[in-house]
């Protein structure tokens, strides 16, 4: 209405009557009890659901007919202050009779007592003849057990006897930087914990309540032994094993190491991984299964098949029928050797195709002669070697073979496979 | 389809007595070393493994002329020692879960020999869930086995006399044993105990009543053991050196050439014809 009237347009017939309904309407809609029609429109025109102040507060509470209220303007003092400086305020008098006590935000003004030395004390107790040369950063802690160290030397310094500062809270209990580095980390992982890791936690302390309340019922059924207290799953491991214990009624002692014949036919790496033995109970199968995908985490997956591969043409089991502990160990070392294997064959084929690209020579043959001097030297009834170390004999040939050398182009494919040529694999595997 | 089991729901039923009376037995050999006992009972030995190697599987049979639509094999799973010993030293019960169709699927073998026969017609996959005493272990290992009731060799006859037999060789391994768990079964046959240190005081078991326990539990004379397959590491463990041999005589070969290369990075290198 108002834009028209700017505008200059007529109130048409039309948009009178219009006008004339709907405003009665709106008007009676839009007024709102107890607040003017501009705050309400703040809220977006709505009435909030609830009332965000309960509306009995705001009025007064105290019955004013029990006691006498009156607001003085006194004079007080402040133990937090040191000069005496008199200040003024409004205070509130209850039937005449003023409050007393200290100012009541004094409290809050707590000091602390820093030590404080002289330069002859710094000479003879504190100078570090490195650390005061050069500025660094230094952490929290650091700081922290520099002014910690510090205030405990120049009191040691200062006592008459160690006896009289024995008792001094900065002498019986030094500052410990390591375990307040760790104090404040777990501090802050406890605080960023999400809450999926919340739950786990319940779950795990809950399994764990559970696991004692069983045991502490089999251990009065059964009269049997307290053990150790078993562990949930391998990624939450240590700390619920941490958890475990706090909660669980039979700690476990610390134990001797026992003097043990070391595990047979075990190399550095197969011992097995931490993980598995947290579980105190597993199948070596499985264990083997670990410790292979640990040895060949570095492998592609067309590398574990063609150790595989490997292993088949050697005549070998690529999962142990009989998995013994040597039979796990030897079965593990094989695989890691044909890895080796497999490296050096990729090795020799590069130093190959770099040394036949500095010659500069043409191929109508395959560059494969380092390896058919080896072939040759090998017993050749034995499977394994010419044929598989192509790799799937049958189907190389076809592949085209990539150069490491840049922009050599071969004229010629690869010649048609022939029965006893030996066939090279992609220098891309891996 | 609901499957009728004919055969017995739990194995070995002379056991059932057994299995108490070795609990108590047991017992009795608590009691007489108790006080040792509970002093070392709760240490764990470090880098100590105690493994136990089992067989598990299935044996089944065709009914032949007896067999329906849905009841074609009876069929038996099991595990067992792998030398036939007594695997109730180390497992307190066996609970093998079958397929939902089954009445009761779940299926509670509380001793020694652990088996539960079965009939039906389908193949499916068990899970054979241990579950272990409680000086040996709190938590129970599951191990799954897939029933196979038809030959890999579908075109000759089925016979009733020839079972279809999968086993699978495994060993459990219990790391950082209890030091009573380890005093319990050192000298027993179905249990890998490595030597310690004379050092270590640890009660002597009950060697006398363990005799007897172990004729109850074990396979050696079980009906089926005449199904039962051999594993012997030594076939395995020879072809493992042999084909390790090739390898390291081929990577010094490998070796060998590198060196070459790398010597002489320009000389010319002849193709052959082979």
Redesign the interface.
Known sequence: MDAKDILGLSKTSFSAPQEKKPRPQKDSQRKPDGISREVYALTGGLAPLMPSVDVSHLKRQSQPDNEKITWRWLPFTSSARTDNLQLYHWVRIVNDVPPTGDYSFAKYNKSVDIVKYTEEEYEKYLTDPVADRFPSSRTVEELKDRYYSVSREILLARAASSADVAGHPLVKEPYNVEQEIERKRALSMVLSQTKQQERKDAEVLAEAKRITESRMIDKGAEEAELHATSTVGAENAERAIVDVESVSPSSNNQLPTAVVAPPTATGDGTSTPSSLRLLRVYLRTDALDQMVQAASSSAGLRTVKRVEQTLQDLGVNVKPKVPTKSVCAEHLELRKEILTLLNLQKQLQNKEAEASSLRDNSYTDIPSTPKQRANRGVDQDRSFIPDSLSFGGERVGKRDQKRKAPGRFSEAPPSPPQSKRPRKFKASDG | MPHNSSARKHGGEQSDGGGSSSKSQR?KA??VTEDN??KS?????????I?V?IVYGTISFWLGKKASEYNSHKWTVYIRGASNEDLGVVIKRVVFTLHPSFNNPTRVVEAPPFELSESGWGEFEIVISLH?H??????Q?D?YHHLKLYPEDESGPQSTKKPVVVET????????P?E?FFARVQNHQAVIV????P??NLPPPGSIDNMNEKKRGDTKDHPLSQWFMN???A???L??????Q??????A???R??NV??GQ????????G?
Do not use: M, N, W
Request: overall charge neutral; proline content about 5%; hydrophobic content about 35%.
């Open positions: 017992g608590g009691r006992e509970k009972s709760s240490k764990r030995l470090k880098d100590v493994e493994s190697p272990f409680s000086d040996v272990c709190d938590k290992l191990l060789y495994d060993e459990v391994v219990f790391s950082e209890s009573s490595p030597r310690l240190s050092s270590l594993f012997s590491e076939d395995e463990l072809k493992l050196a042999a084909a390790r090739q390898v390291q005589a081929h990577i070969k490998l070796r050439q590198l290369l790398d990075p320009q000389q010319f290198k002849p193709t052959a082979q």
